[in-house]
Every structure is written in C-alpha cells, then in structure tokens.
C-alpha cells in the first residue's frame, strides 16, 4: 500500500511540475506556475521534482528581479531559502 502511495504522489509532483512549466509559458499565468511549484514543494520537500520546482521558482526570482518587480522577487527568495540568511544556509 505504501509503495502505491508514494507512487501516486510521485505522479502527482510529476504532474504538478509539467503544468507548472506550461502555464511558465502562458502570459498572465506566471502565479498559477509558482502556486504549483510550490504545491510540488509542500508535498515532498526532499523529492527530486521539488528541486526542480525550487530550481525554477529561483530562476522566475531572478527574472522578477531584473523586471524591477522587487518585492516578488523577494517572496520568492525567501519561499525557497535565498534570503539573507537562506543564503549562508543553501549551496548556489
């Protein structure tokens, strides 16, 4: 039963992160990706996708940044633990 668990969410994070990286893509639709991301996150911190999602929420960090959208930038940084002191924390 467990292994059919982690399974289903393994598919659940997989799917998450596909629609994610659609809807990166889609004008207007950027809050819906981080929303996802960061439901990839909550469900497994550890997983390989919510490195990935970590990954991408950091590269969408760094675009809002040079957009001069600093304040979501900022969110983001700190959601994924690059903020003053995520940095020391976190291996760039």
Same mark, same amino acid.
Do not use: N
């Given at each position: 039963?467990?292994?059919?668990?982690?399974k289903t969410k393994? !598919? &659940? /994070? #997989? *799917? @998450?992160?596909?629609?994610? +990286?659609?809807? $990166? %893509? =889609?004008?207007g639709k950027i809050?819906?990706?981080?929303?996802?991301?960061?439901?990839?996150?909550?469900?497994?911190?550890?997983?390989?996708?919510?490195? !990935? &999602? /970590? #990954? *991408? @929420?950091l590269e969408i960090? +760094?675009?809002? $940044? %040079? =957009?001069?959208?600093?304040?979501?930038?900022?969110?983001?940084?700190?959601?994924?633990?690059?903020?003053?002191?995520?940095?020391?924390?976190?291996?760039?």
């Open positions: 039963m467990a292994i059919t668990t982690d393994a !598919k &659940a /994070r #997989e *799917a @998450l992160l596909e629609m994610a +990286k659609a809807w $990166e %893509k =889609e004008p809050q819906h990706a981080i929303e996802a991301y960061e439901r990839v996150i909550g469900i497994d911190p550890e997983s390989k996708e919510a490195e !990935k &999602a /970590r #990954e *991408a @929420l960090a +760094k675009r809002f $940044e %040079k =957009e001069g959208k600093k304040y979501s930038a900022y969110y983001l940084y700190q959601k994924i633990g690059y903020g003053k002191e995520g940095m020391s924390k976190r291996a760039v």
